[in-house]
């Protein structure tokens, strides 16, 4: 082998050296310029799933005050609810309680009345004009019982 051919063999091993070398560089370069692609999008991702983290937590928060307040408005409507339920009834018992004591409370009364008026007419036999004065105090007496009756009756039943 000649100092020529030797030259030659060299050369064209220099030359596939840095064709190689220079692959291998476009290489790198491609992969580099792609591992800066990739670290800016998982910039960009980690920011979207902050702003989605950050979104969760405000979807959670909103959640749980539509939940509080949706509690609260449905307390309320049960309250009213429940009050116009027990009014409806207190209403129906009182007013057909209140006609039953009415109808006691007359009835009562009227046998007062009739046996007040037999005493009465016993009496007028006997007695004179200031008894009879006596007797209509005592019924007028009697007629206030009965209203403070009937005022406490309703007062209980509204209550």
Known sequence: MTNAETIS?????????????????????????????????????ETVKEDLEL??????TNTEE???NISSMLGKIEGLLNKKVSNDITQNYSSSSIKDEIE???ETQENKEETETSKSYENNIFSNNNNEKKEDEKK???????????????NGFNN
């Open 9 to 45: 063999k060299l050369n064209n091993a220099l030359n596939t050296l840095i064709k190689a070398y220079e692959e291998l560089e476009a290489k790198n370069t491609n992969l580099e310029n792609r591992i800066t692609e990739l670290e800016d999008e998982v910039l960009e991702l």
């Open 55 to 60: 979104n969760v937590n405000d979807f959670k």
């Open 66 to 68: 539509d939940n509080s």
């Open 104 to 106: 006691t409370a007359e």
């Open 140 to 154: 007028s007496e009697d007629n206030k019982i009965d209203l403070n009756r009937m005022a406490s009756l309703l």
